[in-house]
T-cell receptor, first 120, second 113 residues
């Protein structure tokens, strides 16, 4: 497929359970982003990768959240010991570059459909 | 502390009329603004953007206006079509961290036939 894909689309977890969310970015896209979107809110930045390097993880809400992109393509967001406040849609996005492009134009972020996580 | 605010949770507009979606921001360091559109069960898709050195950017039926002194931007859709019914998000970024988007809460636009 040509777009960003995420799996699973829906995940129900019991409180305390570990979960892993997968993102397949668009082939060739250098940058990968994870966002958390609570109900009725806009997405909030979690972390950013350039190839396999995690350049910014300032948005991760706690040390229970961990993201990796070991080969610079597929990424996994892992949440350990899930809590009810972790319930949200987790969005992944990829882009050719990051921020402004070579000509100063914006490197569009392409989003996947998200994974809706519900923690009971 | 919301740096990007969309104060209208929803907006209803007659088909064929103009839709105006508004967005306010508080951080004067923002230098790039974007609008994204989102359909249910899909991820947001990029619609149009504007750099802080401009005050207007137009793309077909979509025009974004930026008023830096008021820290306000708006998206105009004319004429509005049924397929425009979606949630619209305003987002901003700044050069120090030009990959990190700061998002508003979104406005649900409903186009009435």
């Amino acid at each position: 497929g040509a777009g960003v894909s995420q799996s699973p689309r829906y995940k129900v977890a019991k409180r305390g359970q570990d979960v892993a969310l997968r993102c397949d970015p668009i082939s060739g896209h250098v940058s990968l982003f994870w966002y958390q979107q609570a109900l009725g809110q806009g997405p909030e930045f979690l972390t950013y990768f350039q190839n396999e390097a995690q350049l910014d993880k300032s948005g991760l809400p706690s040390d229970r959240f961990f993201a990796e992109r070991p080969e610079g393509s597929v990424s996994t967001l892992k949440i350990q010991r899930t809590q009810q406040e972790d319930s949200a849609v987790y969005l992944c996005a990829s882009s050719l570059g990051a921020g402004a492009g070579a000509l100063g134009d914006y490197n569009e972020q392409f989003f996947g459909p998200g994974t809706r996580l519900t923690v009971l | 502390d919301q740096q990007v605010k969309q104060n209208s949770p929803s907006l209803s507009v007659q088909e064929g009329r103009i839709s105006i979606l508004n967005c306010d921001y508080t951080n004067s360091m923002f230098d790039y603004f974007l609008w994204y559109k989102k359909y249910p069960a899909e991820g947001p898709t990029f619609l149009i953007s504007i750099s802080s050195i401009k005050d207007k950017n137009e793309d077909g039926r979509f025009t974004v206006f930026l008023n830096k002194s008021a820290k306000h931007l708006s998206l105009h859709i004319v004429p509005s079509q049924p397929g425009d019914s979606a949630v619209y998000f305003c987002a901003a970024s700044y050069m120090d961290s030009n990959y990190q988007l700061i998002w508003g809460a979104g406005t649900k636009l409903i186009i009435k036939p």
